[in-house]
């Protein structure tokens, strides 16, 4: 088991100004390396205060590899559907490069509504652009002079410059969250999967159809998941918990407000059932997130539990992104629980 720090900004500029975020971000980053913490992530949104703070993670990523010598940095992930592949290739060859090969490229279809309202792009599109803005992204990295007929983008006898730090490319991996398909599918392809902690029995459902997907295919071994918590572990589970509740809740609110466009009836067939799981998370707080083992806040005894819960409840994950600065979470905070759990916690589950 692998743990790693997942910075997703939930703020608008009255709780936090962008500069004091940045600066308070990378003082974390630096202490990966330290720690133990063996990635850096950052997710790629727009326009709204839940993510708004963080519209290029390969910039964050960039600054976040001069900070550090062993951590890989991964988007976690960007975004196709808003992007020319001609651009994105060419910006991760840079950041692989930056970073001496540590980029993990992650790559997600996106799901807010008023994202794709914004960029003038249709939700019933987001599934083509994506197979087609990964499949062009990776050819570009892969080889030179190369072209591509898309639906969306066009090129001929083109290279990207530069050429990426790792070959044939960097490590590929794909955000997932509820839709079956794109578990199959990104086993099928040879992917890592970055996943979000819903329901445990759902979990295992759709790790089981990525590790079906994988074995299908032929590829060795059965393929590499990583899944994203909320973290906040101290020695006193009141003081983990009075530090963690409102961050915790801010944040979950932020994911139902800018998701909202949900529950006011958008619907495409590339997004099965995202209005009733929206619905589900914007009631979730706090102390359901505690109460169903995937909010590890707690003592070290309290979330080394919850992982080890987890992991088995669900087949087994390789990789933990750890969120540890959510929402308004002080600086200070996120620190001594960083420090924390890599002392107390994370040797004690490295074996899993």
Same mark, same amino acid.
């Given at each position: 088991m692998q743990f790693g720090l997942n910075f997703f900004p939930c703020l608008s500029p009255a709780q936090k100004p962008a500069a004091q975020y940045f600066a308070e971000a990378m003082h974390l980053v630096g202490l990966a390396d330290e720690l133990g913490y063996t990635h850096i992530r950052q997710v790629e949104h727009y326009f709204h205060y839940y993510g708004g703070y963080s519209p290029n993670p390969i910039v964050f990523l960039a600054a976040a590899a001069q900070r550090t010598r062993r951590a890989r940095l991964a988007t976690g992930a960007v975004l196709p559907a808003f992007n020319n592949p001609l651009k994105l290739a060419g910006e991760l060859g840079m950041l692989d490069g930056l970073s001496g090969g540590r980029l993990d490229a992650g790559f997600a279809r996106a799901f807010l509504p008023h994202e794709f309202r914004h960029f003038g792009v249709s939700l019933d599109e987001s599934r083509r652009r994506f197979t087609e803005g990964v499949a062009q992204i990776k050819l570009l990295l892969e080889r030179e002079n190369v072209s591509s007929e898309g639906e969306f983008h066009s090129f001929r006898d083109v290279t990207s410059l530069p050429r990426p730090t790792q070959q044939p490319h960097p490590p590929i991996?794909?955000? $997932?969250?509820?839709?079956?398909?794109? !578990? &199959?599918?990104?086993?099928?392809? *040879?992917? @890592?999967?970055?996943?979000? +902690?819903?329901?445990?029995?759902?979990?295992?459902?759709?790790?089981?159809?990525?590790?079906?997907?994988?074995?299908?295919?032929?590829?060795?071994?059965?393929?590499?998941?990583?899944?994203?918590?909320?973290?906040?572990?101290?020695?006193?589970?009141?003081?983990?918990?009075?530090?963690?509740?409102?961050?915790?809740?801010?944040?979950?609110?932020?994911?139902?407000?800018?998701?909202?466009?949900?529950?006011?009836?958008?619907?495409?067939?590339?997004?099965?059932?995202?209005?009733?799981?929206? $619905?589900?998370?914007?009631?979730?707080? !706090? &102390?359901?997130?505690?109460?169903? *083992?995937? @909010?590890?806040?707690?003592? +070290?005894?309290?979330?080394?539990?919850?992982?080890?819960?987890?992991?088995?409840?669900?087949?087994?994950?390789?990789?933990?992104?750890?969120?540890?600065?959510?929402?308004?979470?002080?600086?200070?905070?996120?620190?001594?629980?960083?420090?924390?759990?890599?002392?107390?916690?994370?040797?004690?589950?490295?074996?899993?």
């Amino acid at each position: 088991m692998q743990f790693g720090l997942n910075f997703f900004p939930c703020l608008s500029p009255a709780q936090k100004p962008a500069a004091q975020y940045f600066a308070e971000a990378m003082h974390l980053v630096g202490l990966a390396d330290e720690l133990g913490y063996t990635h850096i992530r950052q997710v790629e949104h727009y326009f709204h205060y839940y993510g708004g703070y963080s519209p290029n993670p390969i910039v964050f990523l960039a600054a976040a590899a001069q900070r550090t010598r062993r951590a890989r940095l991964a988007t976690g992930a960007v975004l196709p559907a808003f992007n020319n592949p001609l651009k994105l290739a060419g910006e991760l060859g840079m950041l692989d490069g930056l970073s001496g090969g540590r980029l993990d490229a992650g790559f997600a279809r996106a799901f807010l509504p008023h994202e794709f309202r914004h960029f003038g792009v249709s939700l019933d599109e987001s599934r083509r652009r994506f197979t087609e803005g990964v499949a062009q992204i990776k050819l570009l990295l892969e080889r030179e002079n190369v072209s591509s007929e898309g639906e969306f983008h066009s090129f001929r006898d083109v290279t990207s410059l530069p050429r990426p730090t790792q070959q044939p490319h960097p490590p590929i991996w794909v955000a $997932a969250t509820s839709t079956p398909q794109s !578990f &199959e599918e990104t086993g099928r392809a *040879g992917y @890592g999967i970055m996943t979000i +902690p819903l329901e445990p029995q759902r979990m295992r459902e759709l790790i089981g159809l990525y590790r079906e997907g994988w074995r299908s295919a032929g590829h060795p071994g059965r393929g590499t998941v990583m899944s994203n918590f909320i973290m906040c572990c101290l020695p006193s589970r009141a003081e983990a918990y009075a530090l963690a509740r409102e961050p915790t809740n801010g944040h979950l609110q932020g994911v139902a407000a800018a998701a909202a466009d949900w529950a006011k009836g958008a619907s495409t067939k590339d997004y099965p059932g995202y209005d009733r799981m929206i $619905a589900q998370i914007s009631k979730e707080t !706090f &102390e359901d997130q505690v109460t169903k *083992g995937v @909010g590890l806040v707690g003592t +070290p005894s309290d979330v080394i539990d919850m992982v080890r819960a987890y992991h088995a409840d669900v087949g087994g994950f390789e990789s933990a992104s750890l969120h540890v600065a959510p929402s308004t979470m002080p600086v200070e905070g996120a620190e001594r629980a960083m420090r924390h759990f890599a002392a107390e916690a994370m040797p004690k589950l490295a074996a899993l």
